[in-house]
């Protein structure tokens, strides 16, 4: 089982409420921590919190992580403020979007596609080469259950994370002979700010239970899990239905 003791770590999209949860827990490790996100203040908050919690917080850095020029600069300074070694990062950062402006206008596409997908590839690349260069670490991306198959209710965020989920096998595949766990995470409903207008039911899990199930997978270095753990049965059956059957449902 992988020791989680004493490890550098980076957190990007920290102030989403998975990635606090999870932060919390590595923490409680007495974690080193870079965390990246957009909310200033937030971050502030965040950093004191994991403080408290046992981490030492070695930088926080202020990005807009749609604004993919800057994604050099970033690792560059993780690096730096890691003293050149970085055991952990985990992605977390996310956009749900508005369906139905994405499907009546490319630009409200364009945006959900550019930060779930295009701006995961770019951070993810200077990582990976980063990992298999030191030849260990851990990354994880938060991917989703809507990237296993396409539905009217949300097409434009579930492609952009099937997209990432393939990326993240390939990325997987490359890693696996220099020692570096390539983690995919597949969420379903989960009770976060990002879903605060939908409305909730029995299918919805807290933050808490997320964290935890991601801390597990790491332990015991697995590579694609779905949270909690039903929704892989979920998707199984959803994945079977035959096409000319599943165009026809409101899903």
Same mark, same amino acid.
């Given at each position: ?14 102030? @989403? ?8 827990? =590595?923490?409680? %490790? ?12 937030? =971050? /502030? ?17 202020? /990005? #807009?992580?749609?604004?993919?020029? +800057? ?8 690096? @730096?403020? =890691? ?10 950062? &996310? ?12 630009? +409200? ?7 779930? *997908?295009?701006?995961?590839? @770019? ?6 080469? $980063? ?11 938060? !991917? ?12 434009? *965020?579930? /492609?952009?994370?099937?997209?990432? !989920? ?11 002979? /220099? &020692? ?7 969420? &379903? $409903? ?6 605060? #207008?939908?409305? %909730?039911?029995?299918? $919805? ?14 332990? %015991? ?14 998707? @199984? ?15």
């Amino acid at each position: 089982m992988k020791d989680l003791e004493n490890k550098n770590v980076v957190v990007v999209g920290a102030t @989403s409420a998975i990635a606090q949860a999870t932060s919390r827990k =590595l923490a409680a %490790k007495n974690a080193n921590m870079v965390l990246v996100g957009r909310n200033e203040k937030k =971050l /502030s908050i965040i950093a004191s919190d994991l403080v408290v919690w046992g981490a030492t917080i070695k930088d926080v850095i202020i /990005s #807009d992580l749609g604004e993919i020029q +800057s994604h050099n600069k970033i690792m560059q300074r993780c690096q @730096s403020s =890691l003293d050149n070694r970085i055991d952990m990062a985990l992605y977390a950062h &996310g956009l749900l979007g508005d369906q139905l402006a994405a499907q009546q206008q490319y630009q +409200s596409a364009e945006k959900i596609i550019r930060i779930n *997908y295009l701006s995961m590839v @770019s951070l993810l690349t200077d990582m990976a080469n $980063f990992m298999e260069e030191q030849k260990q670490g851990t990354i994880v991306a938060i !991917s989703s259950v809507a990237g296993d198959r396409g539905r009217q209710s949300n097409y434009i *965020y579930g /492609s952009a994370k099937g997209a990432l !989920s393939i990326f993240l096998q390939g990325l997987r595949n490359r890693l696996n002979q /220099s &020692g570096v766990q390539v983690l995919t995470v597949k969420p &379903g $409903f989960v009770d976060t700010p990002m879903t605060a #207008d939908v409305e %909730k039911g029995i299918l $919805f899990a807290k933050p808490e239970i997320i964290a935890s199930g991601i801390i597990k997978a790491i332990e %015991k270095n697995r590579n694609t899990i779905y949270l909690p753990w039903f929704w892989w049965g979920i998707m @199984s059956i959803i994945k079977t239905i035959p096409e000319e059957i599943f165009k026809r449902l409101k899903l």
